[in-house]
């Protein structure tokens, strides 16, 4: 997960790591979370990325890996309970690796082969997530560049 103020390069550090990615072996699919977002919708775009596997496995077809990315995490906003609905879903998928199946509450989803990356602005949104999600993150902070730094890039 990177973190860092805007402009730091947080989204285009993941998306040049897709563009390098290897094609035979991962898909890539990200999500840009914002105070709108719930669960309902963030499941539905997890869904839509994986196929069936057999019975209630679902995942990436067989042999890859998903890259989920998720722009700006911690921007959903709380609920009453201080929570924030999609960031709850990923810890449980992340923790359990399934979901449930909305229409019929009975039935789980095993979701195999997925693997989450984000970044968050810390001066927007909630300014934090769960504890319990940022766990499972490697967390690499971002700095602002210096004057001369900019200057090389854009000069």
Known sequence: MYVGFAGTGK????????????????????????????????QVVI???????????????????????????????????????????????????????????EEKKTLQDIMFLGCMNPKSGSFVIDLRLSRHFTMIALGVPEKEILNTIYL
Not at 72 to 96: A, E, F, V
């Open 11 to 42: 989204t285009t550090i993941i998306k040049d790591y897709y563009a390098a990615a290897d094609l035979e072996t991962t898909v890539c699919a990200e999500i840009n979370l914002n105070s709108y977002t719930d669960s309902r919708a963030l």
């Open 47 to 105: 869904e839509g990325n994986v196929d069936k596997r057999m019975g209630r496995i679902f995942g990436p077809p067989s042999g890859k890996i998903l890259m989920f990315f998720m722009d700006d995490m911690n921007m959903p906003k709380l609920d009453k309970y201080g929570t924030q609905s999609p960031i709850c879903l990923i810890r449980q998928i992340i923790d359990y690796q399934l979901v449930f199946d909305r229409d019929h509450l």
